[in-house]
Structure formats: structure tokens, C-alpha cells
């Protein structure tokens, strides 16, 4: 039997396996309620513009909820023969209401309609994505505010560099954190539009009211170009671009939880909560959930590429490819959400262990380079022969197995005779951050800056 849609120009009707490529019902069918939602803000349109009697704008409206309910309760019979949301919903909208079912479509097109659908989708995405920012910006802010003069080591290569303090560490994942948020702030803002009305491809003859379907539906205003409109994805990009740069940065702190929650280093404890044990080795904690973040990540980054890849070819207006759009964006979703709420949780439950991160802030030579700056501040000496003598007296302590500041002070003449005990102050860890007082720079005193700032900026 042919298509009920499209069955007066058909004959015969489709082949399984055509059924089989072509059905997106499986997976669209996440935005029946977005379906619906649209349906009923074009059909109040159409009787307001005397398209449609009030009458059957009335019996579309109560249907259509009559739809929803079913839909919701697990009663609703999805078809495959019926290819997607769109058509089911339809459907199963003339089964209930008989003819006024057929006089929604009018002035519509499946391809403003899935567009519409898929935006209102995209778009509560992206406010779950602000929240969910928000929340783990708040986790981190807490984290800085409890250790804001704490000593750590600070890396380059993962070589200790110099000291910085934990809230420093922690509010930088704040700036990261708080890119992400502008990010999604500024795309949301931008996708506001709305594709209703569109059509086809070309618009319509009938007299239909664009502007009153985009404010009902929460948009800014209409897309003001009908062929963009249908062929436009970039609101889904833009959120997988956004999630692609935030999922690179909750692998990155993922990465860091990963190192600090090792026997070698010690820097934190990641609560029972969120940590898994072994099943033969009895004195495992194992960092699980950083370890499927890091992983989840590469989900979020082939999405962004999948749909780059399936758009990248596409002619104006809508071709079959765009029905590719929905999987990997609900699945990039799903996976970021929960990454977002995992690192949440752990970074409100770890505990950073204050005594090893001071241990290792003063280990490695890490106040070299305050050593090199005394001899230029105190002695006058040009940078590059102060930072010759630093590295001499480095290789001197690495020779006696001790740290910089166990050098005695005849040992630190034997390389410059004009060094004196003044240069042991700039050699505890404390006194090198709490020195480093520059706008961005590790000293507490700033980073208990940048917490009021953000917290101010939150409000
Ligand atoms: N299921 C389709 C999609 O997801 C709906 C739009 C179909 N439009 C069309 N002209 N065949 O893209």
C-alpha cells in the first residue's frame, strides 16, 4: 500500500530496506513534545489569520494535547511505516479528530517543522548547558575560596615550575569554565529565531503570521530568509562547538584529577561518592568517573565532526542528510550533561591535602626563579648571569641531595660572594607566591580577587 501523506502521486508503497534508511522515528521521537508545541502555536496562528475556522483550530488544539498524553504515558503506538515524529504525530491526530487533522499542514512543510522541533530542542540544551556551568563554576569557586593561600607546585610539562596557590589553580578552571558559559550565552542569543513559517523553501501564499508564531514559541523574531531557514544547522554546530570546547576542558581537569588522586602525588581525595574500588586489589580507589569524562569527550568531538561533515556538502535548501542532525546531537547532549554533573560532584566532594601540596610546592627547585629575581632586584645583576649563578647553586643543591633552601650561605658565596642571608626569605614557598602581587598572578591576595569578582559576576 502507498503513503498515506503522499499516496495519490505513489503507486506501489516503499521497499523494507527503504523503510529500514529512511525511518528517523527511532530517534526523533525524543521531540514529540517539541512537535506538538509547534503544531499548536501554528495552529492558533492559522485561526487567528482566518486560515482555519476557530472550530478546527479548536479540535487540532485539543487533540493535540490528546496526543501529548499518550505520548507521555507510554500508550502511543510509533510506526516505522509512518517514517517520523512528524507523520506520526499527524496520524495518529486524524485518528482521534478525523478530517481537521489534514488542515494543520497548511501553509507548513516538514522541513520548517523539523527545524522548529529540533531549535526549541537545541535550545532548552543550551539552558541546561548554562545551568550546569553555573553550578560546577560555583563547585570551583568553592574549592579557591577554602585553599585561596594554599601552596602548590605549578607545572609546565608537567615539571614542577614555581609555586602558585590552589586558589589560583582552581580559579583558572573558573576563567575556563567561564568561557564555555559566554559561549552558550552568546549562541543561544544568536539561534533565537524562528524557522516556522518557512515552509517548503520559499515561504507561502497563504496570508500566515510568522511574527506571532515566534513569539509564542519563545523566539526573538522570524529567520528573515525562508531558504536559510530550512538548510540551517548552525545552531546545532554552535552547541557542539560549545560542548566540544567545555568537554575538552572537563577532560583536561579530568586528566588533573586523575594525576593528583595517585599514590605518587597526593594532592587530593576524591570522595567514596564518586570512586570505584577493585575487585581483587582491596586498597584500589580508583578515579572512575574523571577516567569517563576524559573518555565521553571523544563522543562530544565525533559529533561536532559527523554533522560539520554531513553539512559541509549540502546544496541549498533541505536535503535527506540533515535527518543525521538529531542522533549525534542528543547523544553529544546526553554525555555532556553528564559530565558536567560528575565533575560537579566531584569537585565538591574531593578534599585537597594541604600538607602534600606544600610538601611538593617547595620540592624541585621550584623557587629558583625567585632566587634569580633577588639577585637582580637585590645585587643588580642583569637576568641572564643571575639566572647562570641560580643554575650553578641548582646543580650544587642537586649534587648534596638537598633543596634550595638548605644551601648554607657559604655555599651560596662560593658562587657569588655578594649573596647574603636576605636571599633565604624569597626561598619559602609562602613568601614566593604571596610576591607575585601582578594582575592574573598567584599571590593570594589577587586570587581572592578574582573569587569576589566571579562571585559579584554570578549574581
Ligand atoms: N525526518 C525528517 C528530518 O528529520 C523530517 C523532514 C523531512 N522533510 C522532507 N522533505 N523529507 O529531517
Known sequence: TSNQMW???????????MEAINASIGFDKRLAAQDIEGSRAHAAMLASTGILTDKDAEAIREGLLTVLSEIESGDFQFSTALEDIHMNVEARLKEIIGEPAGRLHTGRSRNDQVATDFKLWVRDQFDAFETGLITLIEAFLEQAEAGADWVMPGFTHLQTAQPVTWGHHMMAYVEMFGRDLSRV??????????????????????????????????????????????SDRDFALEFLGAASICAMHLSRMAEELVIWSSAQ???VALSDRFSTGSSIMPQKKNPDAAELIRAKIGRIFG???????????LPLTYSKDMQEDKEQVFDAADNLMLALAAM?????????????????????FSTATDLADWLVRVLGLPFREAHHITGTLVAMAEGNGCDLPELSLADMQS?????NETVYDVLGV????????SYGGTAPVRVREQIASWKEALK
Do not use: C, Q, Y
Not at 609562602?430 to 602581587?437: G, I, K, Q, Y
Open 430 to 437: 609562602h613568601n614566593s607566591v604571596a610576591s607575585r602581587m
Open 265 to 267: 602525588f597526593r594532592f
Open 344 to 364: 560537579n560532584g566531584m569537585v565538591r566532594d574531593m578534599t585537597a591535602n594541604r600538607e602534600s601540596l606544600e610538601a611538593a610546592a617547595g620540592s624541585g
Open 7 to 17: 499516496g495519490g502521486r505513489f503507486a506501489a508503497g516503499p521497499d523494507a530496506i
Open 185 to 230: 550565552r552568546d549562541a543561544r542569543a544568536r539561534m533565537n529565531e524562528s524557522p516556522l513559517g518557512a515552509a517548503a523553501l520559499a515561504g507561502t501564499s497563504f496570508p500566515i503570521d510568522r511574527n506571532m508564531t515566534a513569539k509564542d514559541l519563545g523566539f526573538d523574531r522570524p529567520s528573515a530568509n525562508s531558504l536559510d531557514a530550512v
Open 303 to 313: 559529533a561536532n565532526v559527523a554533522l560539520m561533515t554531513v553539512m559541509k556538502g
Open 415 to 419: 658562587v657569588h660572594g655578594e649573596i
